[in-house]
């Protein structure tokens, strides 16, 4: 009988350790913090257009499936539009709020990303998408800081965002191969 009592002390000492070792991992410097960089091979305006327009953007986000642009400001700004999107990631239903922060034309887009639901259990992140040109190649890169809401997904940032960063770079891979299976414009 002591034996069971020994190795149930072990397992719950496992536990403890584990969900110690995630939360200290979460509270590492840059937690929640991705970027992500690709070169594509055509002018800054037409990657640009892989960012803006609705139905090239369903084309490169994995599992994206639903764009829809909900609120405009006053005199046709960018900045303040706001989207519905719909993501399917590893068979989960993601319900997104986004904002549009910052908008430079074929120069860079800033986002506010906000998780709709449970909010003990959701996101929200800032991502910056800035395009680069050069000699008719555009570096474009992305910086993500995301914020999570409920023990839970806080407790296992550290799994997460390694696993955030892999799509996105998959996603950036698909969008290049996407533009660059476009002819080039000037």
């Known amino acids: 009988m002591k034996w069971v009592l020994w190795i149930l002390g072990g397992l719950i000492a496992l536990c403890v350790l584990a969900i110690g070792g995630l939360w200290l991992a979460g509270m590492r410097p840059g937690h929640g913090h991705v970027v992500a960089e690709i070169v594509i091979e055509r002018p800054a305006p037409q990657v640009f257009l892989w960012l803006t327009d609705d139905e090239r953007v369903k084309k490169w986000i994995g599992g994206l499936t639903e764009i829809r642009q909900v609120s405009a400001p006053a005199g046709g700004s960018e900045v303040g539009k706001k989207f519905k999107l719909v993501e399917y990631y590893n068979g989960q239903r993601a319900d997104m709020e986004m904002e549009i922060t910052k908008y430079e034309k074929d120069r860079a887009i800033s986002i506010l990303v906000v998780s709709v639901g449970d909010p003990n ?33 806080r407790l296992l940032e550290p799994l997460i965002t390694p696993k955030a960063k892999e799509k996105l770079e998959e996603d950036f891979r698909r969008m290049k191969e996407l533009a660059e299976a476009e002819p080039k414009t000037n």
């Open 121 to 153: 259990n959701g996101f929200s992140e800032t991502g910056d998408y800035t395009l680069t040109e050069e000699n008719g190649k555009t570096r474009l890169r992305f910086v993500v800081q995301t914020q999570y809401t409920g023990f839970v997904l």
